[in-house]
């Protein structure tokens, strides 16, 4: 008997999972063949958790001496001073890489999960099907064995007391009664799909009662680190503390979730593809106790070469039935005009006869191997092809996002450093510069120096604020005078005298020590020559 598979051929995907070593917590290789009653091969793939596990940890030890490492290595100020803006662009880089990683992650993660999904809807629709197949058989043979020991029982009973005097009718009630019993003896032969250890609906129920919170618990998983990633970016964008704070408390319990899925990821696609590489025998060592190995053959493999197991019983029923229709046609003919009370027993087995012959094709339509053969390959497609595929994808989504927020965790840190460094060369302003952004409050406290204008909003305005009227000479030479203060302000230098500052409105961006002397000492001079005209 040929048992070669032609269609249905595992992926490689699942090949490549199933030679992943199967070792148990003692360490000892054992066999990958699926068995998932055997302790041995359940340790192989508690094992494979055990694995992720440690991982886990390696991964928050690395976390722990990383953030140990920046927060007691501290360089000084000059060193950090120089290399400020390459650490930040460090920094950006990163959290830029995280997010991208973390948002390519989210993708594989809702493509894993609903081609999961996808996959396990296949079986489970398989499942049932193949459920409501088997059923009908058995309902089938059922009401076919209750009608023929019952109804047909009666009706034969009171035609033995109708044709009691006639002994050819009571011969060919005898002969009705033996194809009967011959009927029941071909039913019984079937195989009682009842009891068999595997109940279809309840595997279907259960499996489409954990897929759905399998699925919603995946769906959540992915919203929270897309949440967290945004988030993230948003509070490095506004450099708040808190966002990030929080944000790193989220993105540990993350982390680990992250290991906890490729951990349960990973040995459920080796122990599924484990099935998948030889269903058959799992199948076949499943059933044995219950149904022949021809009938299970016969199912799983549905080959023209292969024999019908059950074409025998058919055609003995077929048989009996057409029998016992000639009989009763023959009775209805001959004894129902010279015993007529007997004509409504006799209609009554005709009838019993035409629904049993009807129950006969649909039994061998439903019997016919390719119905329940189908439904077969469909469940081994969506285990093996989407569920296996999904798994493999939900696997890299979890590795991405473990990578992602860790590289977020690391960069957070730095991030915060470089708000730090930055919040204290803000801190580190000299209250006498005159071109400080925070002159106005400077002054608010120095009432000596809040009378005088800097020396570029005094020149910018003298043209625009009508309360100030000098002397016709000084406002004659006033350009000339503003134009020479710039020369000695500026060294004489050609490129800022072509560069004048009056009427700019705006600082210069950058000057020296000699300038901001200089610039002191051309105020002194103002403030001596026009005297109370400074005043606001």
């Known amino acids: 008997m040929s048992t070669a598979r032609v ?6 995907w699942t090949y490549w999972l199933h030679n992943f070593p199967h070792i148990n917590l003692q360490l000892k290789p054992v066999d990958s063949s699926f068995n998932p009653q055997e302790e041995n091969y359940q340790q192989s793939l508690i094992f494979l958790v ?3 596990a440690a991982g886990l940890g390696l991964n928050l030890l690395f976390l722990a001496i990383y953030l140990g490492c920046l927060c007691c290595c501290q360089s000084d100020e000059e060193d950090e001073e120089e290399t400020k803006r390459p650490r930040s662009c460090c920094v950006t880089w990163t959290a830029v890489i995280a997010g991208l990683l973390c948002c390519a992650a989210v993708g594989v993660g809702f493509y894993g999960n609903s081609e999961m999904n996808d996959g396990v809807y296949q079986l489970t629709y398989s499942l049932y099907h193949a459920n409501h197949t088997l059923n009908g058989v058995n309902t089938l043979v059922s009401g076919t064995m209750d ?3 019952g109804s047909l029982k009666q009706h034969l009973a009171r035609l033995d007391e109708i044709f009691a005097m006639r002994g050819d009718y009571i011969q060919t009630l005898r002969f009705i009664q033996q194809m009967a019993d011959n009927i029941i003896l071909q039913l019984t032969g079937l195989p009682d799909w009842g009891q068999t250890k595997v109940d279809l609906a309840r595997i279907a129920d259960q499996t489409s009662y954990v897929e759905y919170y399998r699925w919603l618990t995946y769906l959540l998983l992915l919203i929270l680190d897309l949440v967290i990633c945004l988030v993230a970016c948003l509070g490095l964008a506004k450099q708040s503390r808190w966002l990030l704070t929080t944000m790193m408390m989220f993105g540990v319990l993350t982390l680990i979730l ?16 484990d099935f998948c590489v030889a269903p058959d025998k799992f199948i076949m060592n499943l059933t044995h106790s219950g149904i022949s190995t021809d009938i299970v053959h016969y199912y ?15 055609t003995i029923y077929q048989r009996s039935v057409t029998t016992m229709q000639i009989q009763i046609q023959g009775l209805l003919q001959f004894a129902v005009p ?8 006799l209609l009554g087995i005709q009838k019993l006869l035409n629904g049993s012959e009807a ?8 019997l016919d191997c390719r119905s329940l053969h189908k439904d077969y390959l469909d469940a081994l497609i969506g285990v093996c092809y989407d569920g296996v595929e999904g798994l493999l994808y939900l696997s890299l989504f979890s590795l991405l996002a473990a990578t992602a927020f860790c590289a977020m965790l690391c960069a957070i840190p730095r991030a915060w450093r470089h708000f730090d460094n930055r919040d204290r060369d803000y801190d580190d302003i000299d209250e006498e510069d005159p071109f400080n952004p925070q002159v106005q409050r400077i002054a608010a406290h120095n009432p000596v120096r809040e009378q005088i204008h800097s020396f570029c909003s005094y020149s910018s305005s003298m043209g625009s604020q009508s309360s100030l009227q000098p002397p016709a000479q000084a406002v004659s030479n006033a350009p000339v005078s503003e134009y020479m203060n710039q020369s000695v302000l500026f060294g004489g230098n050609p490129r800022y005298e072509n560069m004048p500052l009056i009427g700019r ?22 403030l001596r020559h026009y005297g109370s005209d400074l005043q606001v």
Request: net charge negative.
């Open 338 to 345: 010279v015993f007529p009370t007997a004509e409504r027993d």
């Open 147 to 149: 009608s023929m020991q």
């Open 50 to 52: 055990c694995v992720v």
């Open 505 to 526: 409105g705006s600082p210069p961006p950058s000057y020296s020590p000699s300038m901001k002397a200089t610039y002191l000492s051309v105020t002194d001079d103002l």
């Open 7 to 12: 269609d249905y051929i595992a992926p490689w």
């Open 300 to 314: 799983l493999y549905c080959s023209q070469s292969m024999p019908n197991p059950f074409q025998q019983a058919l």
């Open 258 to 273: 992250s290991w906890a899925s490729l951990g349960v990821d990973t040995a459920t696609a080796v122990g599924t593809s």
């Open 359 to 366: 129950s006969l094709h649909q039994l061998t339509a439903l």
